[in-house]
């Protein structure tokens, strides 16, 4: 007798039920579909709803159905084609005051969503998404870095109680003026150890006092260039992991690019703003020797240390009201820790509360020590990247917003948390926390390059994809069948139970299904046989040496486990290195792989066994079918 304990029974019978249930929402394709959302001042409403039909069906279109969810409103259609020509004509119609995207809506039943059974998340190949190549703005970062310097040398010539006239950035480097020929050797002894990446030179001597320049090092200013790269990618991806996107792909290409793809993602507008927008805020101090702002922005009569920015909010006139900051920086976004969005308690107004790093908290407390019952003003600047065609021809374009969200009176002093207010919206102050928290970049960037893979390319593929699993599997299941007769039959279901398994496995985890994952799968299908054939073979060479039918099919398991460990070990251990050090479709390929020779040594070991022991145990036989 072949004995198979019960307990292994129940858990086949198990695995195979949760394969099934968690590989079936794969069974239902997914519906082309329209996302519109709405632009700061707009709502997503009925209203919309009936203008974007109304639109729609001037053009003899009508969407499968809609619906308004998250503040966006769907509509699905029936076709690729239908959804291209709805997104172009809800583009045109609607104006700016919308953001129009290309989506997909899922299909699956809701009691399969309920227990956490989805479809498998396609990736960049096969569900279409977008391509982006960044350019990182070397000029700006240096810029801004020498601005910290700056501020820096001033703090630090402060607390040694060195005398200066000035620190200011020049063409050639940061000019410090000193006050005597003393103050300017001291300063020239103190800073090398303080910041050794600057090399000091003495400067022109002026009439009322004597000049260092300090300027980057070489070998700093490379150091700083990969610094900001390096940060911008972890920004990057700290961002495309708020936008929720599975599997992207972010990575350095050459000195100062970044190439970024985003899987499923359709709506580059929405992309650019996350990725693309350099948003961050600035603290700085409101300049009380002008008393009528409104007269300096007329005149355009403005102290040389300060600058006219305008408030966010409108006056009674409908036009924004203008504020005079001093040009001097407090507190700059880079030194944020964190940032969450809520409302204030007392005023129930919608905020963002944030906390500085320990330089930040310095400065902020400085000032507000020595500035109760002053000005500061709260400054929010997007830098987004800008496309429009003219003549014909593509021109890239950058705009920069800066506007003034907030201005109060310091009421005492404070350092390392605070909250901003002055938030038109709970959804601003969720989107600015966002930025915020995701980091701002260390450079500026620009998207020099975008691609767009279409659905119905991606629909293509996946119809490549299916054809060549479903030939590779019928060769294999026609090819065991006819050589191994029942024990093939056993083997072909079991090789199908496997593939159940593994596209369930694929969903329940989230993994991404790529072209080379799809090349996994077909691979694994013809490796994930190998083990039966080795059990068939060694029952063969058990029944030829003699021993009963029974006998050779316990024996021909027991000698073929062994093989079939050592032959998937190593195999595993190399698609797991895959994984470790590769990235991108590689990564996908390897996760497919692992995934797929698990999920065959349960099949082609356990399930071949089970089964055949119930075919073949209790009966008397004369010889085998294999």
């Known amino acids: 007798m072949n004995d198979f304990p019960r307990w292994k029974y129940i858990l086949i019978v198990v695995v195979i039920l949760a394969g099934l249930l968690y590989a079936l929402p794969n069974v239902f394709p997914q519906d082309p579909a329209v996302q519109v959302q709405a632009n700061r001042g707009f709502v997503v409403d009925e209203a919309l709803r009936e203008r974007a039909l109304g639109l729609l069906e001037k053009r003899k279109i009508t969407p499968k159905d809609t619906e ?34 290309l989506n997909t809506a899922s299909t699956v039943p809701g009691w399969l969503r309920a227990v956490g059974a989805n479809a498998m998340t396609l990736g960049l190949d096969l569900r279409g998404g977008v391509h982006f190549l960044m350019e990182v703005d070397q000029k700006s970062g240096a810029v801004k870095q020498v601005e910290r310097y700056v501020d820096d040398l001033r703090g630090f010539l402060r607390t040694q109680e060195i005398r200066y006239r000035s620190v200011k950035q020049t063409p050639g480097g940061i000019a410090i003026q000193l006050r005597t020929e003393a103050d300017r050797d001291k300063a020239a002894r103190a800073l090398p150890a303080e910041m050794p990446e600057l090399e000091l030179s003495d400067g022109e001597e002026s009439v009322d006092g004597f000049t260092l320049l300090a300027k980057l090092r070489p070998a700093a200013v490379q150091e700083e260039r990969d610094k900001s790269i390096e940060q911008n990618l972890a920004t990057l991806r700290n961002r495309v992991n708020e936008l929720g996107v599975a599997e992207p792909i972010i990575q350095r290409q050459g000195g100062s690019r970044i190439v970024v793809q985003l899987p ?78 809520g409302f204030d ?44 065609m003219v003549d014909g021809k593509e021109v890239r374009t950058t705009r920069v917003k800066e506007e003034v969200i907030s201005v109060a009176n310091v009421r005492e002093p404070f350092g390392k948390n605070f909250q901003t207010t002055g938030l038109e919206s709970s959804e601003e102050a969720t989107e600015t926390a966002l930025l915020l928290r995701a980091g701002s970049l260390a450079a500026p960037v620009d998207i020099v390059r975008e691609r767009v893979v279409g659905p119905s390319l991606g629909k293509d593929n996946i119809a490549r994809g299916f054809l060549a699993v479903m030939i590779g599997l019928a060769a294999i299941l026609v090819f065991v069948a006819i050589y191994y007769k029942v024990f093939g039959l056993i083997a072909d279901f079991a090789l199908l139970l496997n593939l159940v398994l593994l596209v369930a496995v694929l969903s329940a985890i989230g993994a991404t299904l790529t072209m080379p994952g799809i090349a996994g799968i077909v691979l694994t299908l013809g490796m994930a046989i190998d083990a039966n054939v080795l059990i068939c073979e060694r029952v063969r060479e058990e029944v030829r040496n003699g021993l009963t039918p029974l006998a050779a099919i316990r024996a021909g398991f027991d000698k073929a486990w062994a093989t079939i460990l050592d032959a998937n070990v190593t195999s595993v251990i190399a698609a797991v290195g895959l994984m470790l050090f590769g990235s991108g479709p590689i990564f996908g390929f390897a996760l497919t792989l692992t995934i797929g020779i698990l999920t065959s040594m349960f099949t082609s070991v356990m399930v071949t066994h089970a089964i055949i022991n119930l075919v073949f145990s209790g009966r008397r036989l004369k010889s085998l079918p294999v």
Do not use: C, W
């Open 345 to 388: 308690q007392q005023t129930g107004e919608p905020m963002v509360s944030v906390r500085l790093n320990n330089a930040g908290a310095r400065r902020m407390q400085e000032f507000t020590n020595a500035n109760v019952g002053k000005g500061m003003a709260v400054v929010f600047i997007e830098r987004t990247p800008d496309v429009r």
């Open 264 to 341: 499923g993602v359709q709506d580059t507008v929405a992309a650019k703003k996350i990725l693309g927008a350099t948003a961050t805020l600035e603290y700085r101090a409101v300049d009380t020797s002008v008393l009528n702002p409104m007269e300096a922005a007329a005149t355009g009569r403005i102290p040389p240390d300060s600058r006219l920015y305008y408030e966010r909010r409108v006056g009674i006139d409908g036009k924004p009201i203008p504020v005079i900051l001093k040009k001097r920086l407090i507190v700059s976004g880079d030194q944020l820790v964190h940032a969450t969005s």
């Open 68 to 101: 308004i969810a998250d503040k966006k409103l769907l509509l699905r259609l029936r076709d690729p084609d239908q959804q291209l020509a709805a997104a172009e004509i809800l583009r045109e119609g609607l104006d700016e005051e919308f953001v129009v995207a």
